[in-house]
């Protein structure tokens, strides 16, 4: 049974694509792992990447930057009248166009949380894996084989050298989405990364439709990664999992903390003090020497 890759692209840059898609593959093999790409449009260029077994699938995703305040406006008057309408009596009359809310926020909103509504749909149709990667797109590079091997139900969630209280964004999204006295309660707490996240396929779908039901109750409530945390330290989430330390593992995020723990050797981005491979890099792209990985592909 293949392990899945799988990642969200809507508006990116071709040259992050590509090195998310050929790094992965070669890190794999496309005999033991499948990478899918959920996209907005068609581009020349993924006949390339479907060569050497890359698969899209479409998304109805319109989020863009450029979309004026009208839109934006109407947009959010919209799913907030359907969000709405789905928790009064008045849904009960209406139940198939209650059911095109979770599709407008996929195509409506921005691509953070639109793509857990597209891993949804992909995981509802395809249950032919063994293990799955979530992850970003943009600034993710694979080195060898990310996955465990277990055998077993397992769900691991990647700490990224960042607790609450830092001076850093992910305690100003906390509180930003849920205020002091919510941040107060976690203060000293890891923030954990929703940019990468791992496990059995049934784990993950647990956690996939948990994110889901969340962004439906809470789709302007701030950054995605508050609300991800916010259901990990309020208990929210009805699966196990694994809090997995920073580099030493599968994955390093390169916050800055995490950055002086790792280099770059001419082939690979590795741990600095035992020169060991890490599976998975994620924001390599931050730093001028990891940006270099992407020279190899």
């Known amino acids: 049974m293949k392990n899945l890759i799988m990642g969200f ?3 990116q840059e071709r040259r992050s694509v590509e090195i998310f898609c050929r790094s992965a593959l070669q890190s794999h093999g496309r005999d033991n792992c499948d990478v899918v790409i959920i996209s907005n449009k068609y581009e020349e260029y993924f006949l390339d990447l479907e060569k050497i077994g890359v698969k899209f699938v479409m998304t109805p995703s319109k989020y863009s930057s450029s979309t004026n305040r009208a839109c934006k406006i109407i947009n959010r008057l919209v799913l907030n009248s359907l969000r709405i309408s789905k928790k009064i009596s008045i849904g009960k009359y209406i139940p198939d166009v209650i059911k095109t809310y979770p599709l407008m926020i996929e195509t409506w909103h921005h691509p953070h949380f639109a793509r857990w509504f597209a891993y949804k749909s992909y995981l509802e149709m395809n249950r032919n894996y063994q293990d799955v ?3 970003d797109v943009k600034d993710v590079v694979f080195q060898s084989d990310v996955f465990v091997k277990s055998g077993q139900e397992y769900l691991n ?9 830092d001076d850093d964004w992910d305690t100003r999204w906390y509180s930003d989405a849920w205020g002091e006295q919510e ?5 000293g707490k890891p923030a954990l990364c929703i940019g ?3 496990g059995s396929l049934s784990s993950i779908r647990k956690m996939v ?3 889901v039901g969340f962004f439906e109750k809470y789709p302007f409530r701030g ?3 508050a609300g991800f945390n916010y259901l990990i330290y309020h208990d929210m989430i009805d699966v196990r999992y694994t809090v ?3 580099v030493d593992h599968q994955v390093a995020t390169l916050t800055r903390g995490a950055y002086t723990l790792v280099e770059f050797d001419g082939k690979n981005i590795v741990r600095k003090r035992e020169k060991s491979i890490i599976p998975a890099v994620h924001m390599y792209d931050r730093f001028p020497d990891t940006m270099r990985i992407a020279d190899l592909y």
Do not use: C
């Not at 700490?159 to 609450?164: A, D, G, M, N, P």
């Not at 941040?183 to 203060?187: A, D, E, M, P």
């Open 244 to 246: 997995v330390e920073n």
């Open 183 to 187: 941040l107060k309660k976690i203060l």
């Open 196 to 198: 990468t996240i791992m």
């Open 9 to 11: 692209s809507t508006n």
């Open 223 to 225: 950054i995605e990664q």
């Open 133 to 135: 990667f979530i992850s």
């Open 157 to 165: 969630l990647f700490k990224q050298h960042v607790v609450y209280g």
């Open 209 to 211: 439709d948990t994110l």
